[in-house]
């Protein structure tokens, strides 16, 4: 059973900086893609961020040029660093890795920004 635990969520200020990462059980190697959602109180979730297994990179439009994912093969994590952060941010981050054949998710960690 593939187990992705997140952490590092909590409340920030806004303007300022946080990382949130994601653990996986297995090697993230076994992972075509993997990302960052978020779903905010009253809306859907949405892709923050994703990282495919040869690096490529895409953002939404909103964290662009603000937010950073990366991974760290040698501790199967995935992490996303989040700066100049608004309170729009504010939500509960899903973290998810995904073969061809099955998805994976995270039980997710919020993030607070106030005013």
């Known amino acids: 059973q593939v187990q992705l635990v997140e952490s590092g969520g909590g409340l920030v200020q806004a303007g300022r900086s946080l990382r949130v990462s994601c653990a996986a059980s297995?090697?993230?190697?076994?992972?075509?893609?993997m990302g960052w959602y978020r779903q905010a109180p009253g809306k859907q979730r949405e892709l923050v961020a994703q990282?495919?297994?040869?690096?490529?990179?895409n953002y939404a439009d909103s964290v662009k040029g603000r937010f950073a994912i990366s991974r760290d093969n040698a501790k199967n994590t995935v992490n996303l660093q989040m700066n100049t952060l608004k309170p729009e941010d504010t939500a509960v981050y899903y973290c998810?890795?995904?073969?061809?054949?099955?998805?994976?998710w995270g039980k997710g960690t919020l993030v607070t920004v106030s005013s």
């Open positions: 990282i495919t297994s040869v690096g490529i990179t």
């Open positions: 998810n890795m995904g073969t061809y054949a099955m998805d994976y």
């Open positions: 297995i090697s993230i190697f076994s992972f075509n893609a």
